[in-house]
């Protein structure tokens, strides 16, 4: 191998290391920076309680999907609420929104259509959980809440004792 050739390939092999770090790095500021998405009220929410709802036993989930049925164009336009807010709001600060009260005022309104949503998901989820025993209850519950995250290997059954 010739010293030219040498040369050239470390160039080429500093420079993939280079952009390997670029994209590590990209990768790493993107998620820090990135939005809470799932973590309040909204569409991941409504599919977790329907999700729960299925799961329960024959009585309970046709009185159950009823209650749904009612609610559900209630819920929708919660979550559409939170949608338009979010899109008033992102809008507000693209336009370069100077003024801070403009912004403010937008957070506030996503603030309170994501408030309404939640007490309007929660107020369902109760009216659910009244008809059923204790044990339906705390499983009903558990699927209708859980987390989004994947369960820890360490865990038992996700319950949160360790495995021996």
Not at 16 to 32: D, E, K, P, R, Y
Not at 137 to 147: I, Q
Request: charged letters at 35%.
């Amino acid at each position: 191998m010739t010293r030219r050739t040498l040369i050239i390939l470390l160039i080429v092999s500093g420079g993939l290391n280079l952009f390997l770090a670029g994209v590590i790095a990209t990768s790493i500021v993107v998620h820090m920076n990135r939005p809470d998405v799932g973590r309040g009220p909204g569409p991941r929410t409504a599919f977790r309680l329907y999700r729960a709802v299925g799961a329960l036993d024959e009585p309970q989930r046709s009185r159950a999907r009823a209650l749904l049925k009612e609610k559900h164009s209630e819920i929708r336009a919660k979550i559409e609420a939170i949608r338009t807010a979010r899109r008033d709001l992102r809008r507000r600060i693209r336009d370069g929104a100077v003024a801070p009260e403009a912004v403010e005022a937008g957070f506030r309104s996503l603030q309170q259509a994501r408030g309404e949503a939640r007490m309007a998901l929660h107020t369902l989820v109760r009216q659910i959980a009244e008809s059923l025993t204790p044990d339906q209850r705390r499983r009903f519950y558990r699927k209708a809440y859980r987390s989004g995250g994947r369960k820890h290997k360490w865990r038992k059954d996700g319950e949160g004792g360790r495995r021996e």
